[in-house]
């Protein structure tokens, strides 16, 4: 039953601020849940005396900012759809401001919160049928009973903390944590049994760590994508020809994933993720002669080399080992010929070539040697240097 309470205060000056306060009695519609808290009433303390036997009279001046008017939207028979309070904001436009409550033709609370010029504060409470978005027909929402209360928190009109689902009887369906309108924590939603059907975590919008769904044949929580910064981890295994003797297996980083659209508590939508740009190699890479005998094995890390990269000859004798970092050769490499003798040595600093360095034939005899400073690169060097990258095979094969 609606109850209206009407107190009006005078300040001191020629200016006077109405102010009306609500109280609803809640239907059992919308009767406080055990894991998630509806308000019973709208959080507004009646000023002075109800006036309960002072006859109404409306306000039909303009109002100033900062005063509160309630407003009703009604349905075609006259019931009450919508009862919500405004006020004028600093252009004069006329914005949501205080209580906002939704009905059912039949009187059933749908939704209610709370506004502040124009923007969604506090905790918001709605209830939807089957049919009133399209979420509701997948699964795992589809296995639920209807109605669905949605409950989460607005700072300054963004969604921010718990977005929780439940169904008609009290059992948690979904749960996402939000930060200032992105998702922050754990995503996850539920079987009708409590199991989990659905596990993901992200980081300020976008997807980090492992995603975990339901397998119906093992009956378990699997791995079925891992993301490292907003980016699905992939293996690529290439072949020769016929795809029967494999020739490269490459980790990737694949394209960034993006939000296209954000998580939608009024219609109960959730957010939507496409990915974007290029893909990144990053972990590790080998590849193989056609023999079936490795050619390379080397990490990379977001599309560089990193770490310690070996090469092979086609008989299996290793050809040359040494480390990248940040995609340049740093420290000491040493090369060797198909028959085992060492070929040559050297180091590296940043990428360029310094200290002395020899060279030797494959009876073993020392056939060059030279000192360099630091100023040669490891790719530009014409005659003296050895060129790494004519042994680094594309990876991406």
Same mark, same amino acid.
């Given at each position: ?70 407003? *009703? ?10 009862? *919500?309070?405004?006020?004028? %904001? ?35 409470? *709605? ?32 969604? %921010? ?67 490292? %910064? ?32 954000? %998580? ?16 990144? *190699? ?116």
């Amino acid at each position: 039953m609606l109850r209206l309470f009407i107190s009006r205060w005078l300040p001191a000056g020629p200016a006077a601020v109405t102010i009306v306060a609500f109280g609803f009695g809640l239907t059992a519609f919308a009767k406080e849940r055990s894991q998630i808290h509806a308000p019973n009433n709208f959080p507004y303390a009646l000023l002075g005396d109800t006036g309960a036997n002072e006859s109404f009279q409306p306000n039909t001046d303009p109002g100033v900012m900062g005063e509160v008017e309630l407003v *009703r939207e009604r349905y075609n028979d006259g019931a009450t759809h919508v009862e *919500r309070q405004t006020t004028l %904001d600093r252009d004069g436009n006329y914005v949501n401001h205080g209580s906002y409550k939704m009905f059912s033709p039949k009187g059933e609370v749908l939704a209610e919160g709370q506004y502040h010029f124009g923007r969604r504060v506090g905790l918001w409470t *709605r209830w939807q049928a089957k049919n009133d978005s399209s979420l509701f027909s997948e699964a795992p929402f589809k296995e639920f009973k209807s109605p669905f209360m949605s409950q989460v928190n607005f700072t300054d009109g963004v969604m %921010d903390g718990e977005w929780i689902i439940m169904d008609a009887n009290d059992r948690k369906v979904s749960q996402i944590s939000l930060k200032d309108g992105k998702r922050h924590g754990l995503a996850i939603a539920w079987l009708p049994n409590g199991t989990t059907f659905r596990q993901a975590t992200y980081e300020h919008g976008m997807p980090v760590g492992e995603l975990l769904e339901f397998d119906k044949k093992t009956a378990k929580l699997e791995r079925t994508a891992t993301y490292a %910064d907003g980016r699905k981890i992939v293996s690529k295994t290439g072949y020769y020809d016929g795809k029967k003797d494999k020739k490269s297996e490459v980790m990737y980083l694949g394209a960034e994933t993006t939000q296209q659209a954000a %998580d939608e508590f009024w219609n109960a939508r959730l957010a939507k993720f496409a990915a974007e740009g290029k893909t990144l *190699r990053h972990g590790l890479a080998k590849t193989w002669f056609r023999n079936g005998r490795m050619e390379s094995e080397g990490t990379y890390q977001y599309g560089q080399k990193s770490g310690t990269f070996t090469f092979w000859h086609e008989n299996g004798q290793v050809a040359a080992t040494g480390e990248y970092r940040e995609d340049r050769p740093e420290g000491q490499w040493v090369w060797w010929h198909e028959n085992g003798q060492r070929s040559a040595y050297g180091r590296y600093q940043d990428g360029e070539l310094t200290g002395d360095w020899r060279w030797w034939n494959e009876a073993g005899k020392l056939t060059k040697q030279h000192t360099y400073d630091g100023s040669e690169s490891a790719f530009h060097e014409p005659e003296e240097a050895i060129d790494i990258s004519s042994r680094t095979p594309d990876l991406a094969r």
